[in-house]
């Protein structure tokens, strides 16, 4: 993605002298069919005077760098050469996971995170080559020109060193100026890191976090929008509290991976299977005696109206199964099954081993006597969740002076009876349902909504920045073409006594024909595998 400081003079390119105070500033432009960039000469004497004045402290600082840097070099190629056997294996390695999830970090396609995004990316590149100039002026380097550039489709910055005078360096100086963008990046993920951990601290005058997790956009496509607004807090999925996003993708990605295993019973041309997580509910006979069996139905869908199907189920062993019926007929075929709403199925005690357990439900997930456990019927993809949500910010709350964190507490027992707070069951495909709404764990403390997207934006921020930072870091670890991790290495095998220097040269340019052709193929299988996961393709 981007160059290293002072390599493109090692492959030929004609030298230049350092320009004077005149020509500093202007801008110089080249352009081909593949390649065009912007060169920028008017940071040259501001970053030599600043690395030249903190000499001593900036060369300690980057001898810091080196030895992680060296570390990463090592570590990243054994897990590249690793990650390119397993391709034989048809499996997938940890690196491309890793890799796969440094480059995309979650964020949905929208306006703010695709700025973010882009100002995060922005940053991470101009703070690499921040610290190679830096490293290089502290070592008396002059500083030809900042280059900004695209390759293709790729864009990319790199910092031109004069060449004579980084080849008369010591080899540690010179490893010090081409590890100094990997440090840095380092330490860019490690203050974003820490920033993410004090996040709540330097949020808590003017938010509470903890419990719930706020909806801060709800677009009219999602498949939730008619049962949330923006603003609106979510408290439980399935009984299980969430306070982070990620606790919500994990809920939501577990009831999805669920495999099927149970009867399936046919009405007209649809075929229906009953929800396999033992999700069930303890439904009154009255209530079974008043509903309406699925096979009184004719030539419609199962359930009329907003009513849902539900099937007995008998209990074994803590485990729930639904119960069989005979297939003789479509109408015994139908028997047993019960046509009931929703939303008052929800309120019963809950039985079945498919609910998260938490302390206050103890081990117990039976029915009394006079109560038969129900599971829902749904149509093959379609997944049932519980989620509990409040209005914090509605008005009738705000007249009753509602707490959220008080009135949390019994969001499972008295959920519908406050107008702070609510209920629903979705239906439906819960990846799309995941991904179509935007969530923060913050919430003003007071009814300012107009600030509701900072702790978001902010939170996005110091993740995206994170994520684009480390891909920087790894991708240059690399010993290819064009990267600092072929500076690093040339210069490393220097240090090898051992080794002639014709022995060096066969050495670099083996690993870096092999690493570079290995990492084409692990990144074509990244791109690919996103493309698919987004369904660009």
């Not at 999602?222 to 969430?242: N, T, W």
């Not at 964190?405 to 019994?410: E, L």
Request: proline share 4%; with cysteine.
């Amino acid at each position: 993605m981007i160059g290293g400081a002072g390599r493109g003079r090692r492959r030929g390119r004609a030298a230049s002298s350092l320009p004077t105070s005149t020509s500093a500033r202007r801008t110089e432009r080249s352009v081909s069919c593949w390649y065009c960039d912007c060169k920028i000469y008017a940071f040259n004497d501001t970053l030599f005077g600043l690395g030249s004045k903190h000499a001593r402290s900036m060369k300690a600082w980057f001898s810091i760098g080196v030895s992680l840097s060296l570390i990463s070099l090592v570590g990243i190629s054994l897990m590249l050469l690793w990650e390119s056997i397993g391709v034989f294996y048809f499996r997938t390695g940890y690196l491309s996971a890793w890799l796969k999830n440094l480059m995309t970090s979650g964020n949905s396609i929208s306006v703010v995170d695709t700025t973010i995004i882009i100002m995060s990316t922005v940053f991470s590149i101009a703070f690499h080559e921040f610290g190679h100039a830096i490293a290089a002026a502290s070592e008396g380097v002059e500083i030809e020109y900042v280059a900004i550039f695209v390759m293709v489709l790729f864009p990319g910055a790199f910092v031109a060193l004069n060449y004579d005078l980084l080849q008369n360096l010591p080899l540690f100086s010179m490893l010090r100026i081409y590890c100094a963008g990997i440090w840095h990046n380092i330490v860019l993920c490690a203050v974003c890191v820490l920033m993410t951990v004090l996040l709540p601290v330097v949020l808590y005058p003017l938010y509470v976090s903890g419990d719930g997790l706020m909806v801060t956009k709800i677009p009219q496509t999602s498949p939730l929008s008619e049962y949330l607004s923006a603003h609106d807090v979510i408290l439980s999925v399935d009984g299980v509290k969430v306070t982070r996003t990620d606790e919500w993708i994990k809920i939501l990605n577990q009831d999805t991976t669920e495999k099927s295993n149970g009867p399936e019973f046919l009405e007209g041309s649809q075929r229906y299977v009953p929800t396999n997580s033992g999700k069930g509910y303890c439904v009154p006979d009255s209530w079974v005696d008043a509903s309406k069996n699925l096979w009184q139905v004719r030539d419609r869908l199962p359930c009329p109206d907003e009513l849902i199907a539900f099937e007995k189920a008998i209990s074994k062993d803590s485990a729930i199964f639904t119960k069989k019926t005979s297939r003789d007929s479509d109408q015994k075929e139908l028997e047993g099954k019960y046509c009931l709403i929703a939303k008052d199925v929800v309120k019963l005690r809950k039985c079945g081993n498919g609910w998260q357990m938490t302390e206050d439900d103890g081990n117990s997930r039976g029915c009394f006597e006079d109560e038969y456990c129900l599971v829902p019927v749904l149509t093959r993809g379609f997944f049932w969740i519980e989620v509990s949500y409040a209005k914090p910010y509605s008005l009738g709350c705000l007249q009753r002076g509602g707490n959220l964190s008080s009135s949390s507490r019994s969001a499972n027992n008295d959920l519908g009876h406050s107008p702070c707070e609510g209920s629903f069951v979705y239906v439906g495909d819960l990846l799309s349902a995941a991904r179509s709404v935007r969530l923060s764990p913050y919430r003003p403390r007071w009814a300012l909504l107009f600030l509701a997207d900072i702790p978001y934006i902010l939170g996005n921020g110091f993740s995206s920045l994170f994520h684009a930072s480390a891909a920087l870091a790894v991708v240059n670890c690399l010993p290819v073409y064009f990267l600092d991790g072929e500076a690093i290495l040339e210069t490393s095998l220097s240090y090898v006594a051992w080794f002639s220097r014709r022995q060096q040269c066969k050495i670099l340019k083996v690993c870096r024909f092999v690493c570079t052709v290995l990492s084409v193929i692990t990144f074509s299988r990244i791109f690919y595998s996103t493309t698919l996961y987004y369904g660009f393709v």
